[in-house]
């Protein structure tokens, strides 16, 4: 079994669990599908540069090959990009529940004007 099938594998089924979690109707398995999809894309972009060892990442003369220091650049500049956003969701949805007492994302039964009746049955 090759390195790229089992990396190619790790993306697939962290995309498809992160796709699962976002689709769930609570905030918390939300955040944590959209992480694991993060994760999915960090993966991708350091595939995309090619997966070479022992070798350095600037061009050294005594060097005869070297590794692209592009996509690790991304990589980590996606790393901290996605942990900032992420604290930025946990706070949105602490701060949804406190508001609200629930942590469903579903929406509710509303009237073509938007509003609730308020015996929770939409207007009609």
């Known amino acids: 079994m090759s390195m790229e099938f089992l990396l190619a594998s790790a993306i697939g089924a962290l995309t498809a669990g992160g796709i699962y979690m976002t689709l769930r109707a609570r905030t918390f398995p939300v955040i944590i599908g959209l992480a694991l999809l993060s994760y999915a894309v960090n993966l991708f972009l350091f595939s995309m540069g090619r997966l070479t060892i022992d070798k350095p990442p600037i061009i050294d003369p005594s060097a005869t090959d070297y590794t692209d220091p592009l996509p690790q650049a991304l ?3 996606a790393i901290v990009i996605s942990f900032g956003m992420t604290a930025l969701i946990v706070v949105l949805a602490l701060r949804s529940f406190l508001e609200t007492g629930s942590d469903g994302v579903a929406m509710d039964d509303v ?6 009746a308020r015996d929770g049955k939409a207007r009609q």
Not at 111 to 116: A, H, I
Request: hydrophobic letters at 35%.
């Open 75 to 77: 990589v980590l500049t």
């Open 111 to 116: 009237g073509e004007d938007g509003l609730e």
